[in-house]
C-alpha cells in the first residue's frame, strides 16, 4: 500500500497498544504490511518469542525503535529530565538495553533503529559534550550492526538539530522526521524543517498536532489531516526533497487509533 505519491505506507507497532499477534491481527485488517517497530520487547524478557512472532509475518520492517524505562512524558519539564540518553544514573543500563535492541534490529533486517535521544542544549558546554559523546557511541554501536540510528525531531528546532547531525558528521546517524512533534514541542514549521533536515532524513511518522496557546506545555495530538502539520504542504515539501523512503503512521492519543490509523490511511491515499 502506497501514498498518492509511492512512499509505502506503514503503521508505527507501539500505535496499536497490542502485544505482537495483535499487532500482526490489526496490520491485516488494514492491508498494510510495512512496520516501523518497537524493539523494546524484543530486548527485555520474552525477547525470543517477540522476534520469533515478527519474523514470522510478511513485513517490511521500515525501521525498529527503542525507548528507554526512565522516560516520562506527563509534562515537558518531565521529559526534560528523564528524556533520552542524558540522565546519568540510567546511562550504563541503557547502554546494556541499546545493543540489544540492535541485534533485534539486525536480526529483523531492518536498516534503522530510532529513538528519542533527548533534548539538545549547547548553551550549557559540559551537557553538550556528554550528548555528543553519547550519541558518537550508540552511533558507532548501530552502524557495527550495519544500521543507522535516527533521531526522531521534535525537542528542538530544525537549525539546531542541524548544527549538531553537521558537527558530529557520523555515517551512521540519521533522523526520523515527526512533523507533529515540530508542533507538540512548540519548535519549528515542519514543511520549512523538512528543507533544513533533508540531507538527513531516513524516515517519516505521519501524525497530526494542534500548537499550544500556553508556552511550556504540550500542544494536542490530532488525527493525521485535522491539525496544523499541513498534510498536503507538508507531503509536497517532502516531495521536493526527493525523498525515497517510507511514511509510518503513528497514532499516540485516542481511543479509537484503529479507526484513526484508517483514517491516515484513506487520506494519504
Not at 57 to 70: C, E, H, K, L, R
Not at 166 to 182: E, Q, R, S, T, Y
Request: charged fraction near 25%; charge should be positive.
Amino acid at each position: 500500500m502506497r501514498t498518492k505519491q509511492g512512499w509505502p505506507i506503514g503503521v508505527c507497532s507501539w500505535s496499536l497498544r497490542q502485544d505482537i499477534k495483535g499487532v500482526a491481527s490489526s496490520l491485516r485488517k488494514l492491508g498494510i504490511k510495512h512496520v516501523h517497530l518497537a524493539v523494546g520487547p524484543a530486548a527485555g524478557k520474552g525477547g525470543k518469542a517477540y522476534l520469533s512472532t515478527a519474523l514470522k509475518q510478511d513485513w517490511t520492517v521500515t525501521s525498529a525503535m527503542i525507548n528507554f524505562p526512565q522516560e516520562d512524558y506527563s509534562s515537558l519539564g518531565a521529559i526534560r529530565r528523564t528524556g533520552g540518553i542524558a540522565p546519568d544514573r540510567q546511562w550504563p543500563a541503557n547502554r546494556k538495553l541499546f545493543i540489544k535492541a540492535c541485534d533485534a534490529a539486525a536480526m529483523l533486517g531492518t536498516p534503522y533503529i530510532s529513538f528519542h535521544a533527548g533534548f539538545l542544549d549547547h548553551r550549557n558546554r559540559k551537557y553538550a559534550r556528554k550528548f555528543y559523546d553519547r550519541m558518537n557511541w550508540l552511533a558507532d554501536i548501530a552502524g557495527k550492526k550495519k544500521l543507522v540510528l535516527l533521531m526522531e525531531t521534535g525537542q528542538e528546532s530544525a537549525a539546531d538539530l542541524s548544527y549538531f547531525l553537521d558537527i558530529l558528521k557520523h555515517p551512521a546517524l540519521g533522523v526520523n522526521f515527526d512533523p507533529a512533534n515540530m508542533i507538540l514541542y512548540d519548535k519549528d514549521e515542519p514543511a520549512k524543517a523538512v528543507k533544513i533536515l533533508a540531507p538527513w532524513i531516513r524516515h517519516i511518522h505521519i501524525k497530526d498536532a494542534i500548537r499550544t496557546k500556553k508556552p511550556g506545555t504540550w500542544g494536542a495530538e490530532v488525527p493525521w489531516g485535522d491539525g496544523e502539520v499541513g498534510g498536503s504542504k507538508f507531503l509536497k515539501a517532502l516531495q521536493k526533497t526527493g525523498y525515497k523512503g517510507a511514511v509510518a503512521i503513528e497514532r499516540e492519543a485516542g481511543d479509537q487509533r484503529l479507526a484513526d490509523i484508517a483514517l491516515a490511511v484513506k487520506r494519504l491515499k
